[in-house]
């Protein structure tokens, strides 16, 4: 690949990771144009570096990603409030996408509904009552993430009109049953699991010692890409090995065009774009990002205070390995007895005495964790008081004027998201990495003195 042309190809690599599927409208125009131009280079890269798969037709471009753990980082957000898609709402997505495949090249809303209806009523504490709260919104909410998509495209009347009376508006939907197809698509049938493990990616049973570390090397890139922060403390020793090497960094970079920073306890993909995530931090998100950026000033401040860190306690993280395997039961409890095909089904957890025997015997043994300085929720709050006694509550938006509590949960929420501190029972683990922010207030400017714009940051700014 030319020099010249090495800064378009990786625009493209970034629109297709951050966003996952480009059509001719979604995320914005001629985004579509740009991937398809090139196509054949990202899939041979995605392929050979993650194991992914690029599927591409003259009207959307969609990545299909291999997993290698649950978590909450690729949420489905609202269009307009960018709120994650609850439980309602996402089944109701697989169930309107189930009647759009059924439907011609044109639907109109009230004619969805009534499909919609009967399937979601067979659900247990599922259901849609027009006159329920909240049934109507859920539904807006789909469709408008279906037309944000490009999967529909409305050509006459409006949800809103359909939301205030559902008997007197309507609206008019032309279908594209390519792009619709593309958004849901899973990597198994779901009709052939036993258990939601079925869908992550795992060696086959028998594989040799240069095949795993291959899907070791993959797995770690993966892992970069795909989080804010990898530690090493909390891969297998394989996969940290393969975090470690030179070519892993070149690989990335080159791809992404973004630099790879490795410290100590971890690894990250620097975003000197500032359009590679999906939570830009610090950034001018709002008082949830803002206030996450103090809190962990306040933190810093808590630990260089030589009267105040003694009292920190430092405790081990819950093992991350047992975290996802409470996750996946509890996932795993949800699934419908009936449907699965038995005689198709696969079963998992029957390989992992297997791949046990299989382990490398030249990679070291798990990194033990150390001890993260645990932050009592008592100490959460004395410092989101502090902050509302030193900016002024009216610096904190009016949702958030009233309501302290809520603000902090939500910033260390999103502070969680990104990998900087871990919620535990009680309080908060401090990760290494929120070490980074440690000097974010140099960057504040002074309270104004009646409050207002006091936690602007200026546009020079680092995200993730």
């Known amino acids: 690949m030319e020099t010249a042309d090495l800064g378009s190809y990786q625009q493209a690599a970034r629109l297709m990771l951050l966003h996952g599927v480009v059509t001719e409208s979604y995320p914005r125009a001629k985004a579509l144009a740009l991937v398809l131009q090139w196509a054949d280079e990202l899939a041979k890269d995605f392929r050979d570096l993650f194991g992914y798969s690029l599927q591409t037709s003259a009207r959307h471009a969609r990545l299909l990603r291999r997993l290698d753990a649950f978590d909450a980082s690729q949420a489905f957000l609202t269009v307009k409030s960018k709120r994650p898609f609850d439980r309602r709402r996402l089944a109701y997505l697989c169930l309107i996408l189930a009647c759009l495949h059924r439907s011609r090249v044109e639907i109109n809303l009230a004619d969805l509904v009534k499909l919609l209806t009967p399937s979601a009523n067979t659900i247990e504490h599922l259901g849609f009552d027009a006159t329920a709260p909240g049934h109507k919104d859920a539904v807006v909410d789909v469709m408008d993430w279906l037309v944000d998509r490009g999967a529909l495209r409305t050509s006459d009347g409006s949800m809103e009109d359909w939301a205030r009376d559902h008997d007197r508006g309507d609206a008019l939907f032309d279908i594209d049953h390519d792009t619709c197809a593309a958004l849901f698509r899973p990597n198994k049938p779901l009709q052939h699991l036993v258990s939601a493990a079925g869908l992550l990616d795992t060696p086959t049973a028998g594989t040799g010692r ?79 990002n803002r206030t996450a950026g ?45 449907g699965t095909l038995e005689a198709l089904a696969h079963d998992p957890h029957a390989d992992d005495g297997e791949h046990a025997a299989e382990a490398d015997p030249d990679a070291r043994e798990h990194e033990g964790q150390t001890g993260l300085p645990f932050v009592e929720d008592g100490t959460l709050e004395q410092m989101i008081t502090e902050l509302y006694e030193e900016f002024g509550p009216s610096s904190f938006t009016n949702k958030w004027q009233a309501d302290p509590g809520g603000l902090l949960a939500e910033a260390v929420a999103l502070l969680a998201d990104l990998r900087l501190v871990h919620i535990v029972p009680g309080g908060i683990l401090v990760r290494p990495a929120a070490g980074r922010y440690r000097n974010i207030t140099a960057v504040l400017p002074r309270p104004a003195h009646d409050g207002q714009f006091a936690l602007d940051f200026p546009t020079e700014e680092t995200s993730r």
Request: charged letters at 30%.
């Open 210 to 288: 240069d095949p795993r570390r291959r899907f070791a090397a993959q797995r770690a890139r993966r892992l970069l890409i795909e989080y804010p922060v990898v530690y090493f403390s909390e891969t297998d020793a394989e996969t940290s090995i393969a975090l470690r090497q030179p070519t892993l960094a070149e690989d990335i970079a080159r791809l992404t065009g973004l630099p790879v920073e490795r410290r100590a306890e971890g690894i990250m993909l620097v975003d000197t774009t500032g359009h590679f995530t999906d939570k830009r931090f610090p950034g001018r998100g709002g008082a949830v």
């Open 294 to 338: 103090l809190i962990l000033a306040k933190i810093a401040d808590l630990r260089e205070d030589p009267d105040r860190a003694s009292s920190l306690h430092y405790l081990l993280p819950t093992d991350p390995g047992e975290e996802h395997a409470d996750l996946l039961s509890r996932i795993d409890m949800a699934l419908p007895q009936a």
